[in-house]
Nanobody
Framework: QVQLVESGGGMVQPGGSLRLSCVAS????????MGWYRQAPGKQREVVAG???????KYADSVKGRFTISRDSAKTTMYLQMNSLKPEDTAVYYC?????????WGQGTQVTVSS
């Protein structure tokens, strides 16, 4: 089993920044991908950014230029640096990991952007 624990969420004013972290533990083998998703009230969960094995990184159009995904050297901790936050970024942010055909999710961390 794999456990994912997110942290770093909170409330911030528009234009502010937050850094989310996701620590993966347990039966970690070859990670195919790690990524961040978010779900706003009344909306479907959507991908924010993904880091795929081989170094490929993808971002949703809505966050390009504002968010940056990264992983530590051990590849088991993932970060999401969020700058120039907007009210529409308000959501619960989830960490996702895929390996060996299985998919794992964290419990989510709330990000609220409001003045």
């Amino acid at each position: 089993q794999v456990q994912l624990v997110e942290s770093g969420g909170g409330m911030v004013q528009p234009g502010g920044s937050l850094r989310l972290s996701c620590v993966a533990s347990g039966s970690i083998f070859i990670i195919n991908s790690m990524g961040w998703y978010r779900q706003a009230p009344g909306k479907q969960r959507e991908v924010v950014a993904g880091s795929i094995s081989g170094g490929v990184i993808k971002y949703a159009d809505s966050v390009k230029g504002r968010f940056t995904i990264s992983r530590d050297s051990a590849k088991t901790t993932m970060y999401l640096q969020m700058n120039s936050l907007k009210p529409e970024d308000t959501a619960v942010y989830y960490c996702n990991l895929r390996q060996r055909g299985n998919e794992y999710w964290g419990q989510g961390t709330q990000v609220t952007v409001s003045s």
